[in-house]
């Protein structure tokens, strides 16, 4: 089936674009530098991440600073399936409202978007066999933003991707808070966003209402018409009205998809410095799809090799696993082979816990290539037979960014919307905000999963999403983030 909004007709390949017969709507090819206005590596006008613990001043989690384990939710409990740890019973975590979930991370309420969740037989005794539906999509994501020139975006709309060729189980059970609207129209769009930035002042409710409301498809004919229609870029326009955390916003959200992804591991490797979470974030959670298409466009845009640039920014067993997600060869059959789940936990014990030392390459293997609803059996079947979830073996195996990749990859097999979740928390908790990982999560999965996203965050933290953006963020920068969120 096609991600609603796409038309089917495929990713165009990017070298030769745009398509003949449309350059009076495209720029010319090969004039997509790498944007020279965006952040300066190593001392950009957004404050660095901090490199260990939950920072108030908002950063990502230090190397291994999940939650302790026994702790992050859906972990399985040893000797038995999962439970939400601390939670006394019959509080309701972990059940939605009107049935029961699998064991582990809260689920949403039961619902159907495009097909229902996937039915494999599974281990642990889950209330049905329920699988958890797998998380697909286009992924895109900037970092920081700079205030200086901002160049144009290559528009690789209105053509954009197919996902009919994705295994089933990858485009159930998800849905986006942003859908794409209903009779639209570019050149009214264009003139409104025009209107609302001509003479003194700018209209910024009218760009709200304009932005949050369309597809990333229909962003990107929004800016092919504004340039026919009135021969200027609408980016540059936008530019030059807005500033600090709206503006990186607005920027985020113009962005094609493919070309954000690319876009953000170039400049996590650009200059002084490495923003290694963002290079987790990205890698580990995409399909294999998504991973080759980001390696082409990484090519095709800023004429650079990915895996060369991972392995001159990265070193060890963290690039070994960088390199191995972005091959795009992980296995996405949806089936689960049980016998294949209890030999891989027995392998994956026998390489950590079970001897002095850690054969890492063995975790490297099995995590790299097995699916993620073969590996959340595997989660089930190791803390059944070594009376200690995985999660936790990897924290005592393991440690710094390698740890964090591979614990990345574990969660997404649990629950990729609660992975997320947790990366939206601690971008905002504590005495300031990491509005940059905010921006990037919520823009690149409001076309994708943040309605579920959303449901878990309540459920992990007692408080909505919503309240808690509020709470953090202010002016029109709140706004446009609440209207995405959908509330």
Not at 136 to 163: C, H, K, M, N, R
Not at 240 to 264: Q, V
Not at 273 to 278: K, L, P
Not at 386 to 407: C, I, P, Q, T
């Amino acid at each position: 089936m096609s991600y609603p909004g796409y038309p089917p007709t495929g990713y165009p390949p990017f070298p030769g674009y745009p398509p003949a017969g449309q350059e009076s709507s495209f720029p010319p090819p090969g004039q997509y530098p790498y944007p020279s206005g965006f952040p300066p590596m190593g001392g950009g006008a957004y404050p660095q991440v901090p490199s260990s613990g939950y920072p108030g001043a908002g950063g990502y989690p230090a190397p291994g600073g999940y939650p302790a384990p026994g702790v992050y939710p859906g972990t399985p409990q040893p000797g038995g399936a999962p439970s939400y740890p601390a939670v006394p019973p019959g509080q309701g975590f972990g059940v939605p409202p009107g049935g029961a979930g699998f064991s582990g991370y809260p689920q949403p309420p039961s619902q159907s978007y495009g097909g229902g969740p996937t039915q494999v037989p599974l281990p642990g005794g889950f209330p049905g066999g329920q699988m958890p539906s797998q998380y697909p999509g286009q992924a895109p994501y900037p970092s920081q933003i700079s205030t200086e020139s901002f160049p144009s975006y290559p528009v690789f709309s209105p053509v954009s991707l197919d996902y009919s060729s994705e295994p089933a189980a990858m485009t159930q059970g998800t849905q986006g808070t942003i859908r794409p609207a209903a009779n639209f129209d570019a050149m009214r769009d264009a003139e409104i966003l025009r209107k609302a930035m001509k003479g003194f002042g700018t209209d910024e409710q009218a760009i709200v209402d304009v932005v949050a409301n369309r597809s990333n498809d229909q962003r990107q004919k929004i800016k092919a018409a504004f340039k026919t229609m009135y021969g200027k870029d609408l980016i540059k326009d936008l530019k030059s009205e807005l500033s600090g955390n709206m503006e990186e916003l607005i920027l985020a959200l113009f962005m094609p998809s493919t070309y954000y992804d690319a876009w953000s591991l170039r400049n996590a490797m650009k200059g002084a410095g490495t923003q290694e979470r963002v290079l987790i974030e990205i890698l580990c959670t995409r399909t294999n799809q998504e991973i080759r298409e980001i390696v082409r466009c990484y090519q095709s845009e800023f004429g650079r090799d990915l895996e060369k640039d991972i392995r001159s920014d990265t070193s060890g067993h963290f690039e070994r696993l960088l390199v191995s997600m972005c091959q795009g060869n992980r296995d996405e059959n949806q089936s689960v082979n049980h016998q294949m789940a209890q030999d891989d936990a027995q392998r994956l014990y026998q390489a950590g816990e079970g001897r002095l030392g850690t054969d890492e390459s063995c975790f490297n293997m099995i995590l790299a290539t097995r699916s993620f609803p073969q590996l959340k059996a595997t989660m089930e079947a190791y803390s059944r037979m070594a009376n200690r979830d995985l999660l936790s073996s990897v924290g005592r195996e393991f440690s710094g960014y390698v740890e964090s990749g591979l614990k990345a990859i574990l969660q997404c097999a649990l629950s990729r919307p609660a992975f997320f979740a947790e990366r939206l928390y601690y971008s905002m908790k504590g005495a300031g905000t990491d509005d940059s990982t905010l921006v990037r999560i919520v823009v690149t999965r409001s076309e994708i999963d943040l309605v579920q996203i959303k449901q878990m965050f309540t459920q992990m933290y007692q408080k909505t999403l919503g309240t808690v953006i509020a709470s953090d963020t202010s002016g029109d920068y709140r706004k446009l983030l609440l209207a995405i969120v959908g509330q």
